[in-house]
T-cell receptor, first 111, second 113 residues
Framework: GENVEQHPSTLSVQEGDSAVIKCTYS??????FPWYKQELGKGPQLIID?????GEKKDQRIAVTLNKTAKHFSLHITETQPEDSAVYFC??????????FGKGTHLIIQP | KAGVTQTPRYLIKTRGQQVTLSCSPI?????VSWYQQTPGQGLQFLFE???????NKGNFPGRFSGRQFSNSRSEMNVSTLELGDSALYLC????????????FGPGTRLTVL
């Protein structure tokens, strides 16, 4: 089945700086890659996604890039704000196994 | 549009008991997936239901089961509870099965004593 690795597990950045979270996947059949943000006591919230026929997608301060050849995809958050502090999960969907998630990145925005 | 709702939000059970969790998807969505979230294993896929049929199943024992009703509401059941079943159980709603956006509910926090 699919296996998703996510790095780093914890990321601390100064407010206003950029944050980058990276994921790799194993199943070349995967073609849907969402990113979720989870705040304490809440369910994961879909923040952006990308499909394998696209190399990059942007939504305001958030962007995702996908390299199908290398089987990795990344989340970029620019001009970070205190409300960006949360746990972020990458995921991949391939075959019939539902979403396979990375272990999560705890993003800390330092004032 | 109302989001995904899950009931109950918190549940405490003892080993050997069984439990039923409920999920109401976003109006118009016909696919419901269930996930288990634990600190050790992270988020793991349990199963997906679409139009009252189980479409996919993750690598969990047969004690974990589910069903979906004609109004798309879904329930999951865990029988003979074990301490390791303590987790946040999340339900995700999607308009169709396959590689499509999934929207999560707030989860049910199950504690097994």
């Amino acid at each position: 089945g699919e296996n998703v690795e996510q790095h780093p597990s914890t990321l601390s950045v100064q407010e206003g700086d950029s944050a980058v979270i990276k994921c790799t996947y194993s199943d070349s059949a995967s073609n849907y890659f969402p990113w979720y943000k989870q705040e304490l006591g809440k369910g994961p919230q879909l923040i952006i996604d990308i499909r394998s026929n696209v190399g990059e997608k942007k939504d305001q301060r958030i962007a995702v890039t996908l390299n199908k050849t290398a089987k990795h995809f990344s989340l970029h958050i620019t001009e970070t704000q205190p409300e960006d502090s949360a746990v972020y999960f990458c995921a991949a969907m391939g075959g019939a196994d539902g979403l396979t998630f990375g272990k999560g990145t705890h993003l800390i925005i330092q004032p | 549009k109302a989001g995904v709702t899950q009931t109950p939000r918190y549940l405490i059970k003892t080993r050997g008991q069984q439990v039923t969790l409920s999920c109401s998807p976003i109006s118009g969505h016909r696919s419901v997936s269930w996930y288990q979230q634990t600190p050790g294993q992270g988020l793991q896929f349990l199963f997906e239901y679409f139009s009252e049929t189980q479409r996919n199943k993750g690598n969990f024992p047969g004690r974990f089961s589910g069903r979906q009703f004609s109004n798309s509401r879904s329930e999951m059941n865990v029988s003979t509870l074990e301490l390791g079943d303590s987790a946040l159980y999340l339900c995700a709603s999607s308009s169709r099965t396959g590689r499509n956006e999934q929207f999560f509910g707030p989860g049910t926090r199950l504690t097994v004593l």
